[in-house]
């Protein structure tokens, strides 16, 4: 009596018991699918279209040379990106004596705060200049010159606010006046990253960064990203190899001489950085500097490479 009771309840049961486990199995392997369906690769999220917004933005202010009240919209366009990407920005306030006389310079500096976490310290820096040359007989918005690395440095910092992981191991440096009134030399130029370096050097705090990587000149619509030929030999196989896996090799190679620019400082106090930089750029310092000039497509390229490089090879 008790069996063919329990026998008769399972029968009447048996389809809604089945369909509830099948449910559960279901409910099961979604949550198992879940996660490994949301890690993207990082090297994906970039978008050179929305990089290229930035570089719109950045000079639709017009000329921005140091201590304007162009370039003071440009600090508060670049702050308020960061800001909203999660990172928090820091101003590095200084004047130097220049031929022009003294002129105060602000770097931002930017770190990642990510859960409020304040302790670990960045290992790697990514940097950009984000003033424009100072000409007297003609507009120079510095589209690509300026522009383009800054606009790059800010999709790269929206991409990395995503992958907590790696934005708490880098360090955003947007530099001002890299620039020189006249010619470059000892006193004259790269004026942001000579007192960066040089605040890291007297903190002793240099050795906490083991490499970095510069962007300047990255949106050339005929791209040709040109190393400087003492760059770090490590890093720079890594560069290729980067380039390799995307299928982007063809875009990078050497330059046939030395540059001056915003790593060299870096180097000189022996944190290793690369200059990503397409110097092979006919409008340089003209008046034809302009957006028409940079491709959001070149953008893609080589931010893509520079995010496959962060992830796969400089900060694991």
């Known amino acids: 009596m008790m069996l063919s009771a329990f026998s008769s309840i399972c029968q009447q049961y048996r389809r809604p018991i089945i369909l509830a486990f099948g449910i559960a199995i279901g409910i099961v392997s979604t949550r198992a699918e879940t996660p490994a369906a949301k890690q993207s690769k990082i090297w994906e999220d ?15 202010f017009g000329p921005h040379p140091p201590a304007t009240e162009a370039i003071e919209k440009c ?10 990407s999660g990172w928090t920005v820091t101003r590095q306030i ?20 990510a859960r409020g976490d304040k302790t670990a310290a960045p290992s790697f820096l ?3 200049h984000y003033d424009t040359k100072s000409f007297d007989t003609f507009r120079f918005v510095g589209a690509n010159d300026g522009g383009s690395s800054t606009g ?22 947007f530099f001002d006046g890299e620039e020189a009134y006249e010619e470059f030399s000892d006193s004259d130029g790269i004026y942001g990253s000579r007192y960066f370096a040089k605040q890291l050097a007297e903190g002793k705090t240099a050795g906490q960064f083991r490499g970095g990587l510069l962007f300047d000149m990255v949106g050339d619509r005929s791209l040709n990203i040109t190393l400087p030929p003492d760059s770090p030999a490590e890093m720079t196989r890594d560069i290729f190899a980067s380039a ?18 915003d790593h060299t400082p870096l180097n000189a106090i022996g944190i290793p950085v690369i200059d990503i930089i397409d110097f092979d750029f006919a409008w340089w310092h003209t008046a034809g500097d302009t957006l028409d000039k940079v491709s959001p497509q070149s953008l893609q390229i080589v931010g893509s490479v520079a995010a496959y490089y962060l992830s796969e090879f400089a900060l694991k």
């Open 46 to 60: 970039f978008s050179g279209e929305k990089a290229f917004a930035h570089v719109e933005q950045l000079v639709g």
């Open 75 to 84: 600090r508060a366009y670049i702050e308020k990106q960061l800001t909203l």
């Open 244 to 261: 390799d896996a995307l299928k982007l090799r063809s875009y990078f190679t050497y330059f046939d001489r030395g540059i001056t620019d």
């Open 94 to 113: 200084f004047t130097n004596p220049t031929p022009r006389g003294q002129v105060r310079f602000v770097n931002l500096i930017a770190r990642f705060d």
């Open 152 to 173: 790059l440095l800010l999709e790269l910092a929206r991409v990395l606010g995503q992958h907590s992981n790696l934005a708490r191991k880098i360090e955003l440096v």
């Open 126 to 128: 990514l940097c950009s």
